[in-house]
C-alpha cells in the first residue's frame, strides 16, 4: 500500500542552513492505493537506489555544471552516474507568495492538487502511472516561491518528464480531488487550533507581520478555502508559473546534453513571463510586547522574535555562528544550558535565524510548566542580554566553526539532498562556487564579529514575546483570546 505523504505543518520560517523553509510542507490528504505489481517493483529499486546513493555520498568536491537548454532555460547540474537516480528541484519565484484577499491558501490547494489528474489522466490515472514508475513528483507554496520537486530511476525518466510537464501545463482541477485536497487541508487547519505552537506561531507571525502576506497562513483560513473554486487555481497556475521566474537545479544520472532536452520538454510550454506582483519590504512589528493567548494546557508555549539578518547580509556568517552558541546547538547552547540542563525547566529551547525574501527574523522558543513560564522566560531573556553584551568565547567560536563546516557534507549525501541544497544557492544568489567557498566565510568569523552581531541584533527590550498557556509570573501587555 502507498499513502500520499502527511508531513508536518509549516513551522512558518523562511529559509536559511538549517532552517526550514517557509512553508514547506502542509498536510496531505492520506490517499491510499494498492501498487500494481510493476509498480511495487519501481518502488523497491527507486528505495535501494537512494539508499545506495546514501551509503556512498560525495567522495570529492561537488562539480556543478551550468547547462543551458536549446531554449534558453538555464540549470545548474551535479552530474553523478554511481547510481541510476535523477532528482530535479525548480522554483517559481515570488509565485503563490500574495494570493487574492478572501482566497489565502490559493497556492497551497493548488500545490496539492496539481498531480491530482493532468492531461487525459484522472487522479486515480495520474497517481497510478506515478507509482508504477516508482517517480516521486510534489509541490509546494511557500511564502516565498512556489517550489516542484521529482525523483525518479533513470530508466523511467522519459515518463516522468511527461507526468511533470502535464501536471504543470495541463492540470484538471477536477471538482473532486480539489475538494478532497480542501477538505483534507481544512481538517488540519481545524485540529491545529488546539495546538499550542500553532497558536504561537499564528499570533506571533499575525502581530509581526499584520498587513503583510508574511503574517498569513499559507495553507489559508476556515473562511477562505470554502471560496476557492477550480476556475482559481486553473488562473492561478495561467498566471504565475513564468520561465522568467523560473530556477532550477538537478542532480544524478543524467549528461548535461540531456538535461537540456529535458528542461525544455518540462518547461519550455510555459509562458514566457509571469503576472507576480512583487512582495514590498516590511520590518517586523509588535516589538517590546508581551502577548498572552490564554489556553488550559499544563505548559506554557514560548516564542519569542526580533528583526535580524537577510541571507545576502555581509553579517550572515557571523549571525550564524552567534547563534549556534546561543540556541541552535542543542544540548551545546547556552539557552539548553541555562534553561533545561542547570534547572530542568523545559525539555528543549532553541533559537535560529529566519531569512526570507522581504524580511529577517531571529527566534527563541520552548515550553515549560505553567508554575515555571516567567522564570523560563526571565532567563532567556538573560542570555539574550548576555550574548549581545559578551559575544562567544574563544572556545565557543572553535566549537561553532567546527560543527558548522564539519557538519555541512552530511546534507549532501544523497542526489535529492544535492538538488535541493543547489536550489537554495541559486535562490540566494550565492554564487556556483559557494560551496567550495562556505567553509572560508564561517573559518573567517572572528569573536569580535559575532560581538558586533549581537550588539547590533539582540535586544531584550525589543522581543516580541508570545506565550500560549496560563503562565504563572508573567505580565503581558495584551491578552488574545480569538487567533484564527
Keep these: 500500500m502507498l499513502s500520499k505523504r502527511s508531513p508536518s505543518p509549516p513551522r512558518g520560517e523562511g529559509r ?3 532552517v526550514p523553509f517557509a512553508g514547506r510542507s502542509s498536510p496531505r490528504v492520506p490517499l491510499t492505493r494498492t501498487l500494481s505489481p510493476g509498480g511495487r517493483g519501481a518502488w523497491t ?8 546513493n546514501l551509503l556512498v555520498g560525495p567522495a570529492h568536491a561537488i562539480d556543478i555544471k551550468k547547462v543551458v537548454s536549446p531554449g534558453g532555460i ?6 553523478d552516474h554511481k547510481v541510476p537516480v535523477l532528482a530535479v528541484e525548480w522554483a517559481f519565484e515570488g509565485a503563490g507568495a500574495n494570493d487574492p484577499a478572501g482566497k489565502e491558501g490559493l497556492a497551497n490547494l493548488a500545490a496539492h492538487a496539481l498531480d491530482e489528474g493532468a492531461g487525459p489522466y484522472d487522479s486515480q490515472a495520474f497517481q497510478t502511472r506515478l507509482q508504477d514508475s516508482a517517480v516521486s513528483l510534489s509541490f509546494n507554496a511557500g511564502r516565498d516561491a512556489f517550489t516542484g520537486s521529482l525523483r525518479t530511476l533513470t530508466e523511467h525518466r522519459d515518463e516522468a518528464f511527461d507526468l511533470a510537464r502535464l501536471a504543470m501545463s495541463e492540470p484538471r482541477f477536477d471538482a473532486e480531488a480539489v475538494e478532497r485536497m480542501r477538505a483534507g487541508t481544512l481538517a488540519g487547519l481545524k485540529r491545529e487550533q488546539g495546538d499550542p505552537n500553532y497558536v504561537a506561531r499564528r499570533l506571533f507571525y499575525s502581530t509581526a507581520y499584520p498587513d503583510h ?17 477550480p476556475d482559481d487555481l486553473r488562473a492561478f497556475v495561467k498566471s504565475q508559473f513564468g520561465r522568467d521566474r523560473l530556477v532550477v537545479t538537478a542532480a544524478g544520472d543524467i549528461a ?12 519550455g510550454g510555459l509562458p514566457a513571463t509571469a503576472s507576480v506582483t512583487a512582495l514590498p519590504e516590511v520590518t517586523p512589528k509588535g516589538l517590546g510586547e508581551t502577548l498572552l493567548a490564554p489556553r488550559p494546557t499544563a505548559q506554557t508555549v514560548i516564542l519569542m522574535g526580533q528583526p535580524g539578518v537577510k541571507r545576502a547580509d555581509p553579517d550572515w556568517y557571523a549571525a550564524t555562528v552567534m547563534n549556534y552558541v546561543l540556541g541552535g546547538s542543542g544540548f551545546g547552547s547556552r539557552l539548553m544550558e541555562e534553561v533545561r540542563e542547570k534547572r530542568g525547566l523545559s525539555y528543549g529551547v532553541y533559537s535560529y535565524l529566519v531569512p526570507m525574501d522581504r524580511t529577517a527574523l531571529v527566534i527563541a522558543g520552548g515550553s515549560t510548566v505553567n508554575a515555571k513560564a516567567g522564570q523560563a522566560l526571565e532567563i532567556m531573556r538573560a542570555e539574550w542580554a548576555r550574548m549581545a553584551a559578551d559575544g562567544v568565547s574563544d572556545q565557543e567560536l572553535a566549537d561553532a566553526k567546527t560543527y558548522l563546516t564539519g557538519s555541512f557534507p552530511l546534507q549532501l549525501g544523497s542526489t535529492p539532498s544535492i538538488a535541493k ?13 559557494y560551496l567550495d567557498q562556505r567553509d572560508r566565510f564561517i573559518n573567517a568569523v572572528t569573536a569580535d564579529d559575532v560581538r558586533r552581531v ?6 531584550p527590550a525589543r522581543l516580541l514575546t508570545v506565550l500560549v498557556g496560563r503562565p504563572d509570573g508573567v505580565t503581558p501587555t495584551r491578552t488574545i483570546e480569538d487567533i484564527r
Excluded: H
Aim: charged content about 30%; aromatic content about 4%.
Design 16 to 18: 536559511g542552513e538549517g
Design 454 to 459: 549581537a550588539k547590533r541584533l539582540l535586544d
Design 45 to 52: 529499486l527507486l528505495a535501494a537506489a537512494l539508499a545506495l
Design 421 to 433: 541544497t543547489l536550489l537554495q544557492v541559486r535562490r540566494d544568489r550565492l554564487g556556483i562556487d
Design 256 to 267: 548535461p546534453d540531456d538535461l537540456g532536452r529535458a528542461l525544455d520538454r518540462l518547461f
Design 74 to 79: 538555464e540549470a545548474w547540474l551535479v552530474e
Design 213 to 229: 502576506p508574511y503574517g498569513g497562513e499559507v495553507r489559508g483560513s476556515l473562511d477562505s478555502l470554502p471560496r476557492i473554486a
